[in-house]
């Protein structure tokens, strides 16, 4: 609950923003409790990268089991990636924190951990694509694995720009053109609305 208090505080405010207070104040507490139990904003910090790692993995097993598809899965854990940005700003806090990840050492361990996951996640999705027949066999997994990836961040800065759709459906949009051609069939567009 605190941790999930802290993801939103961070997406409406931005680092600057981004106090103890702040987040104690988003679930009810006082402060003082969360410096005992995270130290500093930086302890908070680490606390919410440890969290998303962890729970990288957990999403990517629930969507799996809720898609009888590979490819509908892989659409729903890229586009769900972005669902906490539902607008140009909070993207751009979260991307404001993703620089501070980038900067120090701890942070960047966790996020590190984080892109791996979810690295690992696409993979398995578009291996059991292949084995499923929804995409060519001899399909570059690891190669479109890493261009899936490349999507997710650089879709974000896109959409931010251009302001069109929502950033869910751009992620959706960008990779199913993306996927498309690996398809067997010449029909793809049901990919898409998965």
Not at 68 to 97: G, R, V
Not at 140 to 168: C, E, K, M, N
Request: charge should be negative.
């Amino acid at each position: 609950m605190i941790l999930r208090a802290a993801a939103d505080v961070m997406g409406r405010v931005g680092p600057a923003g981004l106090t103890l207070a702040a987040v104690a104040s988003e679930v009810g507490l006082v402060a003082g409790t969360l410096v005992q139990r995270f130290g500093s904003k930086h302890g908070l910090l680490v606390a919410l990268a440890k969290q998303t790692a962890r729970d990288a993995h957990a999403r990517y097993e629930h969507v799996r089991t809720e898609q009888a598809s590979a490819l509908a899965a892989l659409m729903t854990l890229t586009a769900e990636s972005m669902t906490p940005m539902a607008t140009p700003e909070n993207f751009a806090n979260h991307l404001a924190f993703l620089c501070m990840d980038l900067t120090d050492p701890q942070l960047h361990e966790h996020a590190l951990a984080v892109h791996q996951a979810r690295g690992r996640a696409i993979e398995a999705l578009l291996i059991a694509a292949v084995s499923s027949g929804e995409l060519r066999a001899g399909t570059d997994t690891a190669a479109l694995t890493g261009s899936v990836q490349t999507i997710i961040a650089g879709a974000g800065l896109t959409w931010a720009l251009d302001r069109q759709g929502t950033l869910p459906q751009r992620i959706r949009r960008e990779v199913n053109t993306l996927v498309s051609p690996h398809i067997p069939s010449s029909d793809s567009s049901d990919l898409e609305e998965s």
